[in-house]
């Protein structure tokens, strides 16, 4: 589908979420008309129509937050889009990381697997960058390199054969927990992220 083929409503505008490209968490919601659209792709920056001011604008022109486009998805009927972004600094202009932060009455917001594995990844990348190895397990586990880091993550390969071999579903996934958050560490370690692993997964899938 291209840009011609999208089906704008009477006003010229369709709605656009923007949802985080490693996480999957949705971000934001704005408008775009078809000139946005078109700087959009040429750019791979994120940009927007704005109802209020009646006019184009990009995300980040005055918080320096933008947004750079790795993706986009068209719905099935062409009448709505999401960017996948790789956000630089907080979505929202509170200076959450996402719009969608508060709750209606008191349904609890849920949170998807992809949005707790990078809460867990940056949590430990913060107190990487603190560099007190009293602030937590993790940042003591950091400090003793990598020698320290990858004996862990073979510990708990093993541990997870054991839960495996016991069959006890919550002890292989305590053990499997136990492995990922270590790997998580190793990566840090290392300069590296998940995303770095996620790439290379979809790699093998072609």
Known sequence: MNVDALNFSMDGLLPVVVQHHQSGAVLMV?????????????????????????????????????????????????????????????????????????????????????????????????????ADPSASYGARVLAEGVDRVGKKVGEEATEVIIAAKNADPAELAHEIADRWFHTFVLLAQQGMEPEDVWNELRRRRH
């Open 30 to 130: 704005g408008f775009a008309n078809r000139e946005a659209v078109l700087k959009t792709l040429e750019s791979r920056h994120a940009w927007f129509f704005s109802r209020s001011r009646q006019r184009l604008w990009e995300k980040g022109e005055t918080s320096g937050h933008y947004l750079d486009v790795r993706g986009l998805r068209v719905d099935c009927d062409g009448d709505a889009l999401i960017y996948v972004c790789e956000p630089h600094g907080p979505t929202c202009h509170t200076g959450e990381s996402s719009c969608f932060f508060e709750r209606l009455d008191d349904v609890p917001a849920a949170e998807t697997s992809g949005e707790a594995a990078a809460i867990l990844f940056d949590t430990i990348r913060r107190r990487q960058a603190q």
